[in-house]
């Protein structure tokens, strides 16, 4: 399994141990494949995985198995997040869901997509008399937020592919700034529990019954990570505004260049114009998935052409994993 560690520089290789910073949070290409799976590219499946929770971006056939080979686990996962109602991205749910019966799952899981999905997940359950053991909450949404916490929002943007089909933009909630040690000793503020407290965005009362307020001792608030998957998308204009910054641009990148008349007639990219997005939107890096059968060990072709645009760019390939870290401004 190929990792690629993203510390706020650039992409690097590293064995287990090398590197010592905290990661964040992860991303492992389950399925990188086009349409027709192959042996080394299966159909289009992404988990995101944050403090203990994981969520799929599209459950293409065979995901479970991906999952198992990927030693993720079937009992984190929050959500699965469809971008559209194609077989490539959708046929893994049957099997997924009985798979977590038979594993006994008790918590909700969420199923998030558009116009169409519960009636999918409705014929599921009825047509292969399929009694989930946990609830699903099946919601269809449009180009709106679609799952909130306190700590991420999911936002949801149109893509362009023939039928309604969104793309997804994972976005962590801004972070407070650095805490400045030296600012609270000047306050009076003894080290220990009303650090924490402060840290966490409470005043404290000291001794001498002065307060000392968060932003006294914290440095500007310092941003979350930002993931953004476009996939099954012609490049649009939807696309780049989501990206804007984004720590990870994961996008459509099915054709080479001289196949840009099937991109166009078919709602997928070029690597050359997935590149052109990330660009744009100032992305720090692109991640091409999707990829035609057609190119079976070109993918040398498909970096030669991205990168001309957008040099911060690799290749997805089935298990590899990315791990991001925050950027400390």
């Keep these: 399994m190929r990792t690629h560690r993203h ?65 993720l686990g079937i009992a984190p996962i929050r959500a699965i997040l469809v971008s559209h109602l194609h077989g490539d991205h959708v046929l893994g749910i049957p099997g997924l869901l009985m798979t977590m019966t038979q594993g006994n799952r008790s918590h909700p899981l969420s199923i998030i997509g558009p116009t169409g999905v519960s009636k999918w997940i409705r014929h599921i359950r009825e047509d292969l008399a399929f009694h989930a053991s946990f609830e699903i909450d099946v919601k269809e949404v449009g ?21 309604p089909t969104m793309g997804y ?6 972070r407070p700034g650095r805490f400045l040690v030296e600012e609270a000793m000047r306050l009076g503020v003894p080290k220990g529990p009303l650090w924490g407290r402060l840290q966490s965005g409470h005043t404290v009362r000291l001794e001498g019954g002065e307060d000392v307020h968060p932003r006294q ?13 476009a996939v099954d998308s012609r490049p649009c ?36 114009e997935a ?31 991205a990168c001309k645009i957008f040099s911060q760019t690799i290749v997805a390939e089935d298990l590899m994993e990315i791990e991001l870290s925050h950027r400390e401004v």
């Design 7 to 71: 510390p706020g520089c650039s992409f690097s290789l590293s064995k287990a141990g090398e590197n010592c910073y905290k990661f964040c949070m992860k991303v492992v290409f389950l399925g990188t494949g086009g349409t027709i799976p192959t042996e080394k590219r299966k159909h289009p499946t992404l988990a995101i995985i944050r403090e203990g929770e994981s969520f799929l971006f599209d459950c293409g056939e065979g995901a479970q198995t991906q999952i198992f080979k990927a030693r």
């Design 143 to 163: 180009p709106e937020r679609a799952l909130v916490s306190s700590e991420y929002v999911i936002h949801t943007f149109p893509l362009e592919h023939g039928i």
């Design 275 to 305: 590149a052109e997005v990330a660009q744009r939107a100032k992305a720090k890096r692109l991640v091409l998935t999707h990829l035609s059968p057609r190119y079976r060990g070109e993918e040398n072709r498909f970096i030669k052409q």
């Design 217 to 229: 001792v914290l440095g500007p608030t310092r941003p979350g990570l930002k993931i953004v998957y």
């Design 169 to 174: 933009r994972f976005q962590e909630a801004e």
């Design 237 to 272: 204009e939807e696309t780049v505004e989501a990206a804007v910054e984004a720590d990870l641009l994961i996008h459509d990148g099915m054709f080479l260049s001289e196949d840009v008349d099937k991109a166009r007639a078919r709602g997928h990219s070029t690597a050359a």
